[in-house]
Protein backbone atom coordinates (compact mmCIF):
# COMPACT_ATOMS: atom_id res chain seq x y z
CA UNK A 1 0.00 0.00 0.00
CA UNK A 2 1.60 3.51 -0.95
CA UNK A 3 0.45 7.44 -0.81
CA UNK A 4 2.40 8.56 -3.47
CA UNK A 5 4.23 7.39 -6.47
CA UNK A 6 7.06 8.76 -8.03
CA UNK A 7 9.37 8.37 -10.90
CA UNK A 8 12.59 6.23 -11.00
CA UNK A 9 15.50 7.87 -11.25
CA UNK A 10 18.34 8.87 -9.30
CA UNK A 11 18.64 11.13 -6.17
CA UNK A 12 19.80 14.92 -7.76
CA UNK A 13 20.88 16.95 -5.03
CA UNK A 14 18.43 20.22 -5.92
CA UNK A 15 21.58 22.47 -5.12
CA UNK A 16 23.50 20.97 -8.42
CA UNK A 17 20.64 19.27 -10.62
CA UNK A 18 20.74 20.52 -13.90
CA UNK A 19 18.16 20.40 -16.05
CA UNK A 20 17.14 16.55 -17.18
CA UNK A 21 14.38 14.05 -16.90
CA UNK A 22 11.79 14.11 -14.01
CA UNK A 23 12.19 10.97 -12.08
CA UNK A 24 10.32 9.71 -8.74
CA UNK A 25 11.65 8.12 -5.87
CA UNK A 26 8.39 5.57 -4.63
CA UNK A 27 9.74 4.92 -1.47
CA UNK A 28 9.33 6.97 2.16
CA UNK A 29 10.59 5.77 5.35
CA UNK A 30 9.12 6.63 8.35
CA UNK A 31 8.01 4.86 11.17
CA UNK A 32 4.65 4.37 9.39
CA UNK A 33 5.70 4.83 6.34
CA UNK A 34 3.09 6.50 4.00
CA UNK A 35 2.53 6.20 1.02
CA UNK A 36 5.00 7.85 -1.40
CA UNK A 37 4.16 9.47 -4.21
CA UNK A 38 4.61 6.71 -7.32
CA UNK A 39 7.97 7.38 -8.88
CA UNK A 40 8.07 8.44 -12.42
CA UNK A 41 10.51 6.59 -14.44
CA UNK A 42 10.11 8.46 -17.60
CA UNK A 43 10.34 12.20 -18.50
CA UNK A 44 6.79 13.91 -17.74
CA UNK A 45 5.47 14.16 -21.55
CA UNK A 46 2.33 16.56 -22.15
CA UNK A 47 -0.11 15.43 -23.90
CA UNK A 48 -1.77 18.50 -25.32
CA UNK A 49 4.83 16.42 16.24
CA UNK A 50 4.07 12.81 16.17
CA UNK A 51 6.99 10.69 15.97
CA UNK A 52 7.53 9.47 12.50
CA UNK A 53 6.30 5.90 12.38
CA UNK A 54 8.54 2.85 11.29
CA UNK A 55 8.36 0.32 8.54
CA UNK A 56 7.44 1.02 5.35
CA UNK A 57 5.40 -1.57 3.18
CA UNK A 58 4.53 -2.04 -0.03
CA UNK A 59 2.78 1.02 -1.69
CA UNK A 60 4.52 3.03 1.19
CA UNK A 61 7.40 2.47 -1.52
CA UNK A 62 5.58 4.50 -4.24
CA UNK A 63 6.28 7.82 -3.56
CA UNK A 64 2.85 8.21 -5.57
CA UNK A 65 -0.10 10.75 -4.01
CA UNK A 66 0.76 11.31 -0.41
CA UNK A 67 1.33 14.78 -0.29
CA UNK A 68 1.31 18.40 1.03
CA UNK A 69 3.38 20.36 3.42
CA UNK A 70 2.17 23.76 5.47
CA UNK A 71 2.22 26.62 3.09
CA UNK A 72 -0.95 28.64 3.73
CA UNK A 73 -1.88 31.70 2.14
CA UNK A 74 -1.40 35.13 3.78
CA UNK A 75 -3.75 37.59 4.05
CA UNK A 76 -3.84 41.33 3.78
CA UNK A 77 -1.73 43.83 1.70
CA UNK A 78 1.80 44.18 0.74
CA UNK A 79 4.26 47.52 1.22
CA UNK A 80 6.45 47.35 -1.99
CA UNK A 81 9.15 50.42 -2.08
CA UNK A 82 10.51 51.40 -5.61
CA UNK A 83 12.10 54.55 -6.81
CA UNK A 84 10.15 57.53 -7.68
CA UNK A 85 10.84 60.52 -9.60
CA UNK A 86 9.92 63.99 -7.98
CA UNK A 87 7.06 66.09 -9.70
CA UNK A 88 7.87 69.08 -11.76
CA UNK A 89 7.96 72.00 -10.13
CA UNK A 90 8.57 70.23 -6.48
CA UNK A 91 11.61 70.03 -4.29
CA UNK A 92 14.07 67.67 -5.69
CA UNK A 93 13.45 64.15 -4.36
CA UNK A 94 16.40 63.08 -1.90
CA UNK A 95 18.07 59.65 -2.39
CA UNK A 96 16.01 58.06 0.56
CA UNK A 97 12.65 59.22 -1.09
CA UNK A 98 10.36 56.32 -1.88
CA UNK A 99 6.99 55.71 -3.53
CA UNK A 100 4.82 53.23 -1.55
CA UNK A 101 2.52 51.19 -4.04
CA UNK A 102 0.10 48.30 -2.55
CA UNK A 103 -0.27 44.87 -4.32
CA UNK A 104 -3.78 43.81 -4.51
CA UNK A 105 -4.76 41.24 -1.55
CA UNK A 106 -3.86 37.87 -1.30
CA UNK A 107 -6.57 35.68 -1.63
CA UNK A 108 -7.97 34.62 1.79
CA UNK A 109 -8.65 30.52 1.68
CA UNK A 110 -8.60 30.00 5.86
CA UNK A 111 -12.24 29.70 5.79
CA UNK A 112 -12.44 27.35 2.39
CA UNK A 113 -9.69 24.92 4.52
CA UNK A 114 -11.71 25.30 7.87
CA UNK A 115 -14.25 23.28 6.06
CA UNK A 116 -12.52 21.27 3.41
CA UNK A 117 -10.12 19.34 5.84
CA UNK A 118 -12.75 18.13 7.80
CA UNK A 119 -13.92 16.12 4.63
CA UNK A 120 -9.97 14.18 4.70
CA UNK A 121 -9.03 11.59 6.48
CA UNK A 122 -5.25 9.73 7.08
CA UNK A 123 -5.31 5.89 5.87
CA UNK A 124 -2.93 3.58 8.45
CA UNK A 125 -2.83 0.21 5.71
CA UNK A 126 -1.40 -2.91 7.54
CA UNK A 127 0.02 -6.34 5.02
CA UNK A 128 2.97 -7.81 4.14
CA UNK A 129 5.81 -6.94 1.21
CA UNK A 130 7.56 -9.32 -0.21
CA UNK A 131 11.43 -8.98 -0.19
CA UNK A 132 13.04 -11.80 -2.11
CA UNK A 133 12.13 -15.07 -0.89
CA UNK A 134 11.03 -13.51 2.33
CA UNK A 135 7.55 -12.06 3.71
CA UNK A 136 7.41 -9.35 6.19
CA UNK A 137 4.61 -7.27 7.96
CA UNK A 138 4.61 -3.76 6.38
CA UNK A 139 2.19 -0.54 7.12
CA UNK A 140 1.58 2.15 4.91
CA UNK A 141 0.03 5.57 5.37
CA UNK A 142 -2.18 7.61 2.75
CA UNK A 143 -4.99 9.78 2.64
CA UNK A 144 -8.76 9.98 1.38
CA UNK A 145 -11.32 12.07 0.80
CA UNK A 146 -15.25 11.45 2.43
CA UNK A 147 -17.64 10.94 -0.24
CA UNK A 148 -20.64 10.67 1.67
CA UNK A 149 -22.03 11.07 5.27
CA UNK A 150 -22.34 7.28 5.45
CA UNK A 151 -18.78 6.41 5.41
CA UNK A 152 -17.43 6.45 1.05
CA UNK A 153 -14.19 7.46 1.03
CA UNK A 154 -12.20 7.53 -2.32
CA UNK A 155 -8.40 7.22 -2.31
CA UNK A 156 -5.41 6.12 -4.65
CA UNK A 157 -5.29 2.30 -5.32
CA UNK A 158 -1.78 2.28 -4.27
CA UNK A 159 -3.12 3.13 -0.80
CA UNK A 160 -4.93 0.25 -0.01
CA UNK A 161 -4.06 -2.69 -2.27
CA UNK A 162 -3.06 -5.68 -0.86
CA UNK A 163 -3.82 -4.56 2.97
CA UNK A 164 -4.70 -7.11 5.10
CA UNK A 165 -6.38 -4.62 7.47
CA UNK A 166 -7.14 -0.57 7.02
CA UNK A 167 -7.56 2.02 9.70
CA UNK A 168 -8.83 5.51 9.00
CA UNK A 169 -8.44 8.62 11.28
CA UNK A 170 -11.03 11.65 11.08
CA UNK A 171 -10.05 14.51 12.01
CA UNK A 172 -11.88 14.81 15.06
CA UNK A 173 -9.35 11.94 16.30
CA UNK A 174 -11.81 8.81 15.75
CA UNK A 175 -10.34 5.51 14.33
CA UNK A 176 -12.33 3.15 12.75
CA UNK A 177 -11.89 0.23 10.79
CA UNK A 178 -12.51 0.37 6.77
CA UNK A 179 -12.89 -2.45 4.35
CA UNK A 180 -12.05 -2.22 0.90
CA UNK A 181 -15.72 -1.88 -1.79
CA UNK A 182 -14.04 -1.72 -5.00
CA UNK A 183 -10.31 -1.05 -6.54
CA UNK A 184 -10.27 0.30 -10.23
CA UNK A 185 -8.52 -1.94 -12.92
CA UNK A 186 -8.37 1.21 -15.43
CA UNK A 187 -6.78 3.91 -12.48
CA UNK A 188 -5.08 4.61 -9.72
CA UNK A 189 -8.09 4.50 -7.86
CA UNK A 190 -10.20 2.78 -4.97
CA UNK A 191 -13.28 2.68 -2.89
CA UNK A 192 -13.22 2.10 0.94
CA UNK A 193 -16.12 2.12 3.42
CA UNK A 194 -16.08 2.95 7.28
CA UNK A 195 -19.06 2.37 9.44
CA UNK A 196 -20.22 5.51 10.73
CA UNK A 197 -22.98 8.50 10.03
CA UNK A 198 -23.11 11.73 9.81
CA UNK A 199 -19.54 12.37 8.35
CA UNK A 200 -18.73 15.71 6.78
CA UNK A 201 -18.53 14.85 2.94
CA UNK A 202 -16.72 16.40 0.06
CA UNK A 203 -17.81 19.46 -2.07
CA UNK A 204 -17.02 17.69 -5.68
CA UNK A 205 -16.22 19.90 -8.49
CA UNK A 206 -16.01 19.62 -12.42
CA UNK A 207 -12.23 18.71 -13.62
CA UNK A 208 -13.43 19.42 -17.10
CA UNK A 209 -13.88 22.87 -16.18
CA UNK A 210 -10.10 23.99 -14.55
CA UNK A 211 -7.83 25.77 -16.30
CA UNK A 212 -3.54 26.81 -16.06
CA UNK A 213 -3.23 28.82 -13.35
CA UNK A 214 -5.74 29.06 -11.33
CA UNK A 215 -5.88 28.08 -7.67
CA UNK A 216 -4.89 24.55 -6.50
CA UNK A 217 -5.21 23.20 -3.04
CA UNK A 218 -3.49 20.23 -1.32
CA UNK A 219 -4.65 18.52 1.52
CA UNK A 220 -3.56 15.19 3.41
CA UNK A 221 -0.95 13.98 5.85
CA UNK A 222 2.82 14.08 4.61
CA UNK A 223 4.90 11.31 5.79
CA UNK A 224 1.83 9.69 7.73
CA UNK A 225 2.29 12.25 10.71
CA UNK A 226 1.40 15.78 9.94
CA UNK A 227 -2.27 14.89 9.32
CA UNK A 228 -4.49 17.73 7.38
CA UNK A 229 -1.32 19.28 6.05
CA UNK A 230 -2.26 22.27 3.78
CA UNK A 231 -0.41 23.90 0.71
CA UNK A 232 -0.94 26.21 -1.91
CA UNK A 233 -0.14 26.46 -5.74
CA UNK A 234 -1.65 26.51 -8.76
CA UNK A 235 -2.84 24.06 -11.83
CA UNK A 236 1.01 23.97 -13.68
CA UNK A 237 -0.48 21.58 -16.42
CA UNK A 238 -3.40 19.30 -17.97
CA UNK A 239 -3.47 16.29 -19.34
CA UNK A 240 -0.02 15.01 -18.76
CA UNK A 241 1.56 11.11 -18.56
CA UNK A 242 4.06 9.87 -16.20
CA UNK A 243 5.26 5.86 -15.84
CA UNK A 244 4.98 5.18 -11.66
CA UNK A 245 6.90 2.26 -10.47
CA UNK A 246 6.06 0.35 -6.76
CA UNK A 247 8.82 0.13 -4.74
CA UNK A 248 7.49 -2.66 -3.12
CA UNK A 249 6.53 -5.11 -6.35
CA UNK A 250 8.98 -3.19 -9.03
CA UNK A 251 5.40 -2.82 -11.07
CA UNK A 252 5.32 0.17 -13.40
CA UNK A 253 1.89 1.83 -14.06
CA UNK A 254 1.41 4.66 -16.72
CA UNK A 255 -1.05 7.19 -15.78
CA UNK A 256 -2.46 9.36 -18.23
CA UNK A 257 -4.28 12.81 -18.40
CA UNK A 258 -2.87 13.97 -15.13
CA UNK A 259 -3.58 17.33 -13.25
CA UNK A 260 0.12 19.10 -13.09
CA UNK A 261 0.51 21.39 -9.99
CA UNK A 262 2.86 22.59 -7.80
CA UNK A 263 1.47 22.82 -4.72
CA UNK A 264 3.76 20.92 -2.57
CA UNK A 265 3.15 16.65 -2.72
CA UNK A 266 4.41 14.33 -0.06
CA UNK A 267 5.24 11.18 0.78
CA UNK A 268 1.80 10.27 3.01
CA UNK A 269 -0.30 12.77 0.56
CA UNK A 270 -1.90 10.05 -1.86
CA UNK A 271 -5.22 9.91 -2.04
CA UNK A 272 -5.51 13.68 -0.71
CA UNK A 273 -7.53 16.40 -2.04
CA UNK A 274 -6.37 18.75 -5.00
CA UNK A 275 -8.96 21.65 -4.28
CA UNK A 276 -10.14 24.89 -6.49
CA UNK A 277 -10.63 28.11 -4.69
CA UNK A 278 -14.20 27.39 -3.61
CA UNK A 279 -13.21 24.09 -2.20
CA UNK A 280 -14.30 21.92 -4.49
CA UNK A 281 -12.51 18.82 -5.05
CA UNK A 282 -10.85 18.74 -8.56
CA UNK A 283 -8.10 15.87 -8.40
CA UNK A 284 -6.75 13.00 -6.17
CA UNK A 285 -3.09 13.42 -5.86
CA UNK A 286 -1.28 10.42 -6.41
CA UNK A 287 2.27 11.03 -7.88
CA UNK A 288 5.03 13.82 -7.12
CA UNK A 289 9.04 14.19 -9.00
CA UNK A 290 11.71 13.88 -6.86
CA UNK A 291 14.22 15.17 -8.95
CA UNK A 292 12.84 18.53 -9.54
CA UNK A 293 10.64 20.98 -7.35
CA UNK A 294 7.19 21.60 -7.46
CA UNK A 295 6.40 18.81 -9.85
CA UNK A 296 2.74 16.75 -8.59
CA UNK A 297 0.44 15.21 -10.52
CA UNK A 298 -3.37 14.58 -9.18
CA UNK A 299 -6.08 12.25 -11.04
CA UNK A 300 -9.02 14.40 -12.13
CA UNK A 301 -11.79 13.91 -9.97
CA UNK A 302 -13.35 13.06 -13.13
CA UNK A 303 -11.67 9.94 -13.05
CA UNK A 304 -13.24 8.68 -10.17
CA UNK A 305 -17.23 9.13 -11.58
CA UNK A 306 -18.13 5.63 -11.37
CA UNK A 307 -16.61 5.05 -8.09
CA UNK A 308 -18.59 8.05 -6.78
CA UNK A 309 -21.82 6.88 -8.44
CA UNK A 310 -21.31 3.53 -6.77
CA UNK A 311 -20.50 5.51 -3.46
CA UNK A 312 -23.81 7.95 -3.87
CA UNK A 313 -26.23 5.28 -5.44
CA UNK A 314 -25.95 6.98 -8.59
CA UNK A 315 -23.98 4.34 -10.35
CA UNK A 316 -25.16 4.19 -14.15
Same mark, same amino acid.
Given at each position: ???????? @?????????????????????????????????????????????????????????? *?????????? =??? /????????????????????????????????????????? &???????????????????????????? +?????? =????????????????????????????? +??????? *???? !????????? /??????????????????????????? =???????? !????? &????????????????????? /????????? *?????????? *?????????????????? @???????????????
Amino acid at each position: MNEALQPD @GDDVDPSTATTSTSSFDSSIHTDVEPDPPPRLDSSVADADPRPPRQGGRGLAGLLGAS *LLAAVLASTG =TAA /ILTGAAAPAGSPAATANSRAVNTAPDVEDITGVVAAARKSV &VTITADGTTTNGPFTVPSTGVGSGVILT +SNGYIL =TNRHVVENSRSLTVSLMDGRELAATIVRI +SDTNDLA *LIKV !DATGLPAAA /IGDSAAIQVGQTAIAIGSPLGTYTETV =TRGIVSGL !DREVT &VTDESTRRQTTLKGLIQTDAA /INPGNSGGP *LLDSAGQVIG *LNTAVATSAEGLGFAIPI @GAAADLIGLATGSAA
